[in-house]
């Protein structure tokens, strides 16, 4: 059983209501719900020490929440960090400079840090952030909204982080250049979300952490649809040809790479105009085929099948 | 630095008011505050395989965070559950029975399970517990609370995890007795803080989870008072006696030992009378001596130093 089914497989188990989004949804006053995340980050899992700064994990550890947040349409405004930290870590200051990444980040968006917990770890740093937020009363984007006709849309290139990993995992450079940077110290969509769940202008969203292919089947098989995705319209950073070398694996990269924490929403192209919204990338359709979910390229189609990442 | 220091020194860095309570205090609607909490638990820091079921450890790890809550005088209402997880036992069906002992718990306060995260982990189980609660509007109960005159209550017996935790770590037993099962499988006093926040009975309150030494004083600290303890008065379970074998060992037990997760709140005996709760145990008395926290055996007195678990 691979981790989103076993998930699946405690929500019915136990008649979990609210889990299935990027965020918990739940009533908080007469105009607003409260939504939360929280994300796991395991050393030599989700990052290894010798790829990137204390600065720049404390940054992404938030960062990967934010994205939840906005990919709900919603404000962030307070955070739990609990950490497990090694003997050696604790003595050199690394949690110094890891707090001032993180806040670093969170002064941007005025997210308070109102509690957590440290342990030590015998073996490696665990960091799980969670983030609380907030959404206009019963107007969080799901991902169930997105219905045959949308347009499908992304907010920036992908296959930037995706680029970034492997340039690390060569060992031939740490973070520094773009692809590099966009994997260790990613930044998150939090306006463009914002502003998506203000206006009404998403029929549905999710964030792109797994990978374009993983995160689109999320979408459609919580909606009910299937959806055919442009190839040749997915924006990608220049330096991520001149480090894929084609345009297949430029493609490969762009369809599967995971945490470049863009957003992947639906809406038409009427709402975003209507909402003075320009700056995003049109790069599919949702179809009336659910569970199919096919990229185009040059008019030839074949099946997108989720390539993204999973733990198991 | 140790752990409480570097927390204050975050706390002071970055201006966090929430922080410095067994839960973060946020406005939520006109007639309630949210409460939060989180609790880290880390494989061989703080617990180990082979002294615990999955199903103990799944109730233990949702146990820790609902005294948490009960400590602040709330009502628990969902939680988010994140677990770093190794292969072996993702293979095992451990997670199973981890949550249906978290659900047995979870189900008798009706606290429901509204997400989280899941990760692999490399080098043993990590597990993160985030719960939220409501307390009525400004009536969450603090640390800061006590004053001189009041008298200091817990809701049950001491040392009772620490005398487990010994039999567990000396190999003699796993979890089956009284001492080894309160290690393992703590009770939140989850009712009594209800009542105790609902009455304003308390003026201050903390849950016993470092050890009523520790615990006492951060309690001392944020209410800029003494105390004096009777520690002929502290209650303990027939059992601890026989295990400790001494009255010196049993008392040492008593005001050191950590994980009892009963509730330690000051208070009078007029107000305990008049909300009728009689179920508690009075063992000392709040004084105007600060930083100055005493233990009296007999009509005489010593410094009672923090002696409590610490991760650094």
Known sequence: MNEFNFIKHIKDRFSLHAIGDDCAVLPKDDRSDLIITADMLVENVDFRMEWTTPEYLGHKALAVSLSDIAAMGGIPRWAMLSIAVPETLWANGFLNAFYEGWHGLASIFEVELVGGDISRSENGL??????????????????????????????GPLGTAAGGLKILESGKATAGGTLTMKQCRPLPQTRLGIRLGQYDVATSMIDLSDGLS??????????GTGAVIYANDIPFEGELLDFAGSAESLIELALHGGEDFELLFTSTPKRLQQAGINDVFRIGEITDNPG???????GERELLLPGGFRHF
Chains 1, 2 share one sequence.
């Open 292 to 298: 199919l979910i096919e990229s185009d390229r040059n």
């Open 214 to 223: 993983s995160d689109l089947t999320h979408l459609c098989t919580a909606s």
């Open 126 to 155: 665990v960091i799980d952030s969670t983030i609380g937020g907030e959404v206009n009363k019963d107007k969080a984007i799901k991902r169930s909204g997105a219905r045959p006709g949308d347009s499908i849309y992304v907010s």
